[in-house]
């Protein structure tokens, strides 16, 4: 279990983070969705003992990740945005410095080690250098690495930022494999699809704030299910409605051309912020 | 507490591995050009105390390699901190700043270790015997923990690795010309040795030649250099916080 605070980080005079107040009970698959710079990674950072915060309090799994950050770690496995694998070593060297990091074992290293790959499907390329492998199998390395220790919560920082769609929906489906399995999932993207796809609970963060938490089907419903897109003289207006019926009834009425098409998060962002996540 | 050091010692030795012959072979470049071009050019035209300048030379090469190798550490970290973010492995990894500093420490000081052992190979290459006996690895061990240990620190504390080469270029290069490595410290002026008598590198200069000569090394030399090592490591467990941002 994830419980937020008032947690707030100011780098200099600029507040990267402006109170957050968050719970996510223990199994679940939570998203933060948001533009870049509102603050999700810095969450991240912050409960992981990256990035010290500024103000508030976290805890994780009930141990204070000020006073007990040692314990919160062990808690915890963290798959970054960015690629931080050792490009010089092998993948099983890069997940064997992490099991060794958090105390493991050599049997039982070499058996998570073996297993973890397995579940990523990636235990044939255990001996490759990891700068011979692909982008979306390094992702791999980087989620399996972050399982090696057996960690009751996992963060994911945009865990399919720049793949394509097939190793996208790849990796979707380990996610889930994973949240089947018991684990906390804390996961930020400012992929639409994925927030929708994955996630039982979707924050919208925006500038630091959180601005609303539910359910994907909640945030839709609540805007309105079915969208038409049209042109007006001051450009694209999106109107929403409850039932197709009313959409079909409305777009009758359309001189101009219109898209009639079912509403997503990113227009509940937009009715709530005023802005697109993407 | 200190659980966890070892991993961060492989992974700095797996990395030796694999880059062991490029890494050999530019440890070896600075070396040989001194010997080349102060020692075996400059044959028997200076003498210290009875050994010829090539003698004289390769104990100050000693101590000088195990400080530049030990202190590169700070450049190794600098890279997985700032290009690849590999200390971000370490800084969510529940390992104490002791066990992240000493297996930090213990890798500078392996690789400067190399760096010596690739010295005395030039030395005996160029016709030269000295005595290395346990108190010169003594020395040079300490040597290179003093520059570990300041290597983490100031790896540690800059922002960019730019403010790396800066800090290697005030503090190192300087030290590594007159820390009695090229010539006697005791023919300069009072005020200067009792200058130089503060850099750790003239105390390990000392020690490693006169072990090297088959003379009594001074105790004191040994002693301030465990005192400066202690002193940096400390300093170094208490920079690793200041890397969060």
Same mark, same amino acid.
């Given at each position: 279990?994830?419980?937020?605070?008032?947690?707030?980080?100011?780098?200099?005079? @600029?507040?990267?983070?402006?109170?957050?107040?968050?719970?996510?009970?223990?199994?679940?698959?939570?998203?933060?969705?948001?533009? @870049?710079?509102?603050?999700?990674?810095?969450?991240?950072?912050?409960?992981?003992?990256?990035?010290?915060?500024?103000?508030?309090?976290?805890?994780? @799994?009930?141990?204070?990740?000020?006073?007990?950050?040692?314990?919160?770690?062990?808690?915890?496995?963290?798959?970054?945005?960015?690629? @931080?694998?050792?490009?010089?070593?092998?993948?099983?060297?890069?997940?064997?410095?992490?099991?060794?990091?958090?105390?493991?074992?050599?049997?039982?290293?070499?058996?998570?080690?073996?297993?973890?790959?397995?579940?990523?499907?990636?235990?044939?390329?255990?001996?490759?250098?990891?700068?011979?492998?692909?982008?979306?199998?390094?992702?791999?390395?980087?989620?399996?690495?972050?399982?090696?220790?057996?960690?009751?919560?996992?963060?994911?920082?945009?865990?399919?930022?720049?793949?394509?769609?097939?190793?996208?929906?790849?990796?979707?489906?380990?996610?889930?494999?994973?949240?089947?399995?018991?684990?906390?999932?804390?996961?930020?993207?400012?992929?639409?699809?994925?927030?929708?796809?994955?996630?039982?609970?979707?924050?919208?963060?925006?500038?630091?704030?959180?601005?609303?938490?539910?359910?994907?089907?909640?945030?839709?419903?609540?805007?309105?299910?079915?969208?038409?897109?049209?042109?007006?003289?001051?450009?694209?207006?999106?109107?929403?409605?409850?039932?197709?019926?009313?959409?079909?009834?409305?777009?009758?009425?359309?001189?101009?051309?219109?898209?009639?098409?079912?509403?997503?998060?990113?227009?509940?962002?937009?009715?709530?912020?005023?802005?697109?996540?993407? | 507490?200190?659980?966890?050091?070892?991993?961060?010692?492989?992974?700095?030795?797996?990395?030796?591995?694999?880059?062991?012959?490029?890494?050999?072979?530019?440890?070896?470049?600075?070396?040989?050009?001194?010997?080349?071009?102060?020692?075996?050019?400059?044959?028997? /035209?200076?003498?210290?105390?009875?050994?010829?300048?090539?003698?004289?030379?390769?104990?100050?090469?000693?101590?000088?390699?195990?400080?530049?190798?030990?202190?590169?550490?700070?450049?190794?970290?600098?890279?997985?901190?700032?290009?690849?973010?590999?200390?971000?492995?370490?800084?969510?990894?529940?390992?104490?700043?002791?066990?992240?500093?000493?297996?930090?420490?213990?890798?500078?000081?392996?690789?400067?270790?190399?760096?010596?052992?690739?010295?005395?190979?030039?030395?005996?290459?160029?016709?030269?015997?000295?005595?290395?006996?346990?108190?010169?690895?003594?020395?040079?061990?300490?040597?290179?923990?003093?520059?570990?240990?300041?290597?983490?620190?100031?790896?540690?504390?800059?922002?960019?690795?730019?403010?790396?080469?800066?800090?290697?270029?005030?503090?190192?290069? #300087?030290?590594?010309?007159?820390?009695?490595?090229?010539?006697?410290?005791?023919?300069?002026?009072?005020?200067?040795?009792?200058?130089?008598?503060?850099?750790?590198?003239?105390?390990?200069?000392?020690?490693?030649?006169?072990? /090297?000569?088959?003379?009594? #090394?001074?105790?004191?030399?040994?002693?301030?250099?465990?005192?400066?090592?202690?002193?940096?490591?400390?300093?170094?467990?208490?920079?690793?916080?200041?890397?969060?941002?």
């Amino acid at each position: 279990m994830i419980q937020i605070e008032n947690l707030k980080k100011n780098y200099g005079t @600029n507040a990267a983070l402006k109170g957050i107040d968050l719970t996510v009970p223990a199994g679940e698959l939570f998203a933060y969705l948001g533009p @870049n710079g509102s603050g999700k990674t810095t969450t991240i950072r912050i409960l992981t003992g990256l990035t010290k915060l500024s103000q508030g309090r976290a805890t994780i @799994n009930g141990f204070d990740i000020e006073r007990d950050p040692l314990e919160v770690k062990r808690q915890c496995g963290l798959a970054p945005q960015h690629t @931080n694998l050792d490009s010089e070593l092998t993948v099983f060297e890069n997940l064997d410095i992490h099991a060794r990091l958090f105390g493991m074992k050599s049997a039982e290293r070499k058996r998570k080690i073996s297993e973890t790959l397995t579940y990523v499907e990636l235990n044939r390329r255990a001996d490759s250098l990891v700068k011979k492998l692909s982008g979306g199998m390094k992702r791999r390395v980087m989620i399996a690495r972050a399982l090696v220790h057996e960690p009751k919560v996992l963060f994911l920082d945009e865990p399919t930022v720049g793949l394509d769609a097939n190793i996208r929906r790849r990796i979707w489906s380990l996610i889930k494999k994973i949240q089947q399995h018991g684990a906390t999932i804390f996961l930020t993207t400012h992929y639409i699809e994925e927030a929708e796809f994955l996630a039982e609970r979707v924050a919208f963060l925006d500038e630091g704030r959180i601005v609303a938490i539910k359910s994907p089907q909640e945030f839709i419903s609540q805007a309105g299910v079915w969208a038409v897109d049209r042109m007006s003289d001051t450009g694209m207006i999106t109107e929403y409605f409850h039932s197709r019926e009313t959409a079909r009834e409305f777009t009758s009425s359309q001189k101009n051309g219109y898209t009639l098409r079912r509403t997503n998060l990113e227009d509940a962002f937009l009715l709530l912020t005023g802005k697109k996540v993407q | 507490m200190i659980h966890g050091w070892s991993a961060v010692y492989r992974r700095e030795m797996l990395i030796l591995k694999r880059r062991f012959k490029r890494q050999v072979a530019s440890m070896a470049v600075s070396p040989l050009l001194y010997l080349l071009a102060f020692g075996y050019a400059m044959g028997d /035209a200076a003498r210290f105390d009875g050994h010829t300048y090539l003698e004289f030379l390769i104990p100050g090469l000693v101590a000088m390699t195990s400080m530049t190798q030990s202190f590169a550490i700070a450049t190794d970290i600098n890279v997985a901190r700032f290009y690849f973010c590999i200390f971000e492995e370490f800084q969510a990894a529940p390992i104490s700043h002791l066990a992240y500093v000493t297996g930090e420490v213990l890798a500078g000081v392996t690789r400067a270790m190399l760096g010596v052992a690739i010295i005395i190979t030039l030395a005996l290459l160029f016709g030269v015997t000295l005595n290395y006996g346990p108190l010169f690895w003594v020395a040079a061990i300490l040597n290179s923990f003093v520059f570990a240990a300041l290597g983490v620190t100031l790896a540690m504390l800059v922002k960019s690795h730019g403010d790396q080469s800066l800090l290697t270029n005030f503090i190192i290069t #300087p030290m590594a010309f007159l820390g009695g490595t090229f010539f006697p410290v005791d023919r300069l002026p009072e005020w200067a040795q009792d200058t130089l008598f503060f850099l750790p590198l003239t105390h390990a200069s000392r020690a490693v030649r006169a072990v /090297a000569f088959g003379q009594t #090394p001074v105790l004191s030399d040994y002693i301030i250099l465990v005192l400066t090592g202690a002193g940096f490591f400390g300093i170094a467990l208490r920079s690793v916080n200041k890397a969060r941002d």
